[in-house]
């Protein structure tokens, strides 16, 4: 009996109702929308690299490590010799290992030498391979494979040429031997959109006229002659490694970090994220309170607009104990009203929420990289749910109480 009450006085005020229903369903699709894209560039980030067991580099912090190899954010303070390489390459315990050698840019995009083992080793979201949209990988020595963001952006397609330039900021270029783009790679919503990968010989190759960072005055030697070098490495960035055994991960990485030739890092990628994710958890936790405070604040609208038709429904209240109904009854009438109101504005919120994920996760994915999942509502969403409905019982009980003390002659009183 009182629900249908509810429900048919919440009819009869349909426009101002119908106002406050919309904006906790916006309040409460800012919020979880928040904590979904928390989520996925949480897990965005942690996808980023996968099946990978170990990240070696100089000996720095792990978070620094992992954000110059893996997001090409930051310089690294020093390189691993060419010899650190191999010994560690050789240790019975790795499977594979993929060198990276970074400094070098085009167009404010890192500019990586690697192997050609890189396109088959590097996973992404859970063990995705890189795949071309076109062309193939590195044959030629100055074959250069392009990501989708670095395709679009400079409307690269395979065939054209790419001069590299020397350093991350300089305007100094290699331009007397320029590359050639041999491959796009499709997206991947990783750093990897964002790179251009060469191989570790043709890093070599661009830099021998140089020498401590600047070209040696004078010195032209013609690319044929550079094609006939011995092009090893003397120094790599890092190095991504996969282990034969999951058991043997701590055992590797104790022997690199006490490597006695030179002072090296090996860091676990998970570890070195949750250690990011430490970082960053204060910006997280303002953005959600943020986004709390907005739920809030619409909850406390419909309260001043309870409030404010508590004169105009003063008569209504009286008739209803005119007809028996105790103030108890009134009380929870108001309470049930402000449920009803939240809890449709809710799941409203939720609704707008999901439907807008369907609309807009390719694009999201397709700008920003961030995949968001389309799960079913979670624990978490659904506690947020009754916890929302339980603050607008309990801020709706001052209107409540107000109602339940107005008495019968007050609400009978025609005023002039």
Same mark, same amino acid.
């Given at each position: 009996?009182?629900?249908?009450? %509810?429900?048919?006085?919440?009819?009869?005020r349909?426009?101002?109702?119908?106002?406050?229903?919309?904006?906790?369903?916006?309040?409460?699709?800012?919020?979880?929308?928040?904590?979904?894209?928390?989520?996925?560039?949480?897990?965005?980030?942690?996808? /980023?690299?996968?099946?990978?067991d170990?990240?070696?580099?100089a000996?720095?912090?792990?978070?620094q490590?992992?954000?110059?190899?893996?997001?090409?954010?930051?310089?690294?303070?020093?390189?691993?010799?060419?010899?650190?390489?191999?010994?560690?390459? %050789?240790?019975?315990?790795v499977?594979?290992?993929?060198?990276?050698?970074l400094?070098?840019?085009?167009?404010?995009?890192?500019?990586?030498?690697? /192997?050609?083992?890189?396109?088959?080793?590097?996973?992404?979201?859970?063990?995705?391979?890189?795949?071309?949209?076109?062309?193939?990988?590195?044959e030629?020595?100055y074959?250069?494979?392009v990501?989708?963001?670095?395709?679009?952006?400079?409307?690269?397609s395979?065939?054209?040429?790419?001069?590299v330039?020397?350093g991350?900021?300089?305007?100094?270029?290699?331009?007397?031997?320029?590359?050639?783009v041999?491959?796009?790679?499709?997206?991947?919503? /990783?750093?990897?959109?964002?790179?251009?990968?060469?191989?570790l010989?043709?890093?070599?190759?661009?830099?021998?006229?140089?020498?401590?960072?600047?070209?040696?005055?004078?010195?032209?030697?013609?690319?044929?002659?550079?094609?006939q070098?011995?092009l090893?490495?003397?120094?790599?960035?890092?190095?991504?490694?996969?282990?034969?055994?999951?058991?043997q991960?701590?055992?590797?990485?104790?022997?690199?970090?006490?490597y006695?030739?030179?002072?090296?890092?090996?860091v676990?990628?998970g570890?070195?994220?949750?250690?990011?994710?430490?970082?960053?958890?204060?910006?997280?936790?303002?953005?959600?309170?943020?986004?709390?405070?907005?739920?809030?604040?619409?909850?406390?609208?419909?309260m001043?607009?309870?409030f404010?038709?508590?004169?105009?429904?003063?008569?209504?209240?009286?008739?209803?104990?005119?007809?028996?109904?105790?103030?108890?009854?009134?009380?929870?009438?108001?309470?049930?009203?402000?449920?009803l109101?939240?809890?449709?504005?809710?799941?409203?919120?939720?609704a707008?929420?999901?439907? %807008?994920?369907?609309?807009?996760?390719?694009?999201?994915?397709?700008?920003?990289?961030l995949?968001l999942?389309?799960?079913?509502?979670?624990?978490?969403?659904?506690?947020?749910?009754?916890?929302?409905?339980?603050?607008?019982?309990?801020?709706?009980?001052?209107?409540?109480?107000?109602?339940?003390?107005?008495?019968? %002659?007050?609400?009978?009183?025609?005023?002039?």
């Open positions: 009996m009182i629900f249908r009450l %509810a429900f048919a006085s919440l009819l009869a349909s426009l101002t109702v119908g106002m406050t229903v919309l904006s906790i369903a916006l309040s409460v699709a800012l919020f979880l929308g928040v904590e979904k894209v928390r989520t996925g560039a949480r897990a965005s980030f942690a996808d /980023t690299i996968s099946n990978t170990l990240i070696v580099g000996r720095s912090g792990s978070v490590l992992l954000l110059y190899s893996v997001f090409r954010i930051g310089n690294a303070t020093n390189n691993v010799t060419w010899e650190s390489y191999q010994d560690i390459a %050789a240790r019975p315990e499977d594979w290992i993929v060198p990276i050698s400094g070098d840019s085009h167009r404010q995009f890192r500019v990586m030498g690697t /192997t050609a083992e890189f396109f088959e080793r590097y996973k992404f979201r859970g063990g995705r391979d890189l795949a071309f949209e076109d062309g193939r990988g590195l030629d020595l074959d250069a494979v990501g989708a963001d670095v395709a679009e952006t400079l409307g690269y395979v065939g054209d040429p790419i001069v330039s020397h991350l900021a300089s305007f100094t270029e290699h331009a007397d031997q320029p590359f050639r041999a491959g796009v790679l499709e997206k991947t919503g /990783t750093p990897v959109d964002r790179t251009v990968i060469v191989s010989e043709a890093i070599e190759a661009i830099h021998v006229d140089w020498q401590s960072g600047g070209r040696i005055p004078g010195q032209s030697t013609p690319v044929d002659e550079i094609r070098m011995e090893t490495p003397t120094a790599i960035t890092a190095a991504l490694v996969g282990t034969e055994s999951r058991l991960i701590f055992a590797l990485q104790r022997w690199i970090n006490e006695p030739e030179e002072p090296l890092l090996a676990l990628p570890v070195a994220l949750q250690e990011l994710w430490a970082i960053v958890g204060v910006a997280e936790t303002a953005l959600i309170g943020v986004s709390a405070m907005v739920v809030v604040t619409a909850l406390i609208g419909m001043a607009m309870i404010s038709s508590l004169n105009e429904r003063r008569r209504e209240m009286a008739i209803f104990r005119a007809m028996g109904a105790k103030p108890r009854t009134i009380l929870g009438l108001l309470v049930l009203e402000a449920a109101m939240a809890a449709i504005g809710a799941l409203a919120g939720m707008l929420l999901y439907a %807008a994920l369907a609309v807009g996760r390719p694009l999201i994915d397709a700008a920003f990289g995949w999942p389309l799960d079913p509502p979670s624990l978490r969403e659904l506690q947020t749910l009754a916890a929302v409905i339980a603050v607008a019982v309990i801020v709706s009980l001052l209107p409540a109480l107000r109602a339940y003390r107005l008495s019968l %002659a007050d609400g009978m009183m025609v005023r002039t």
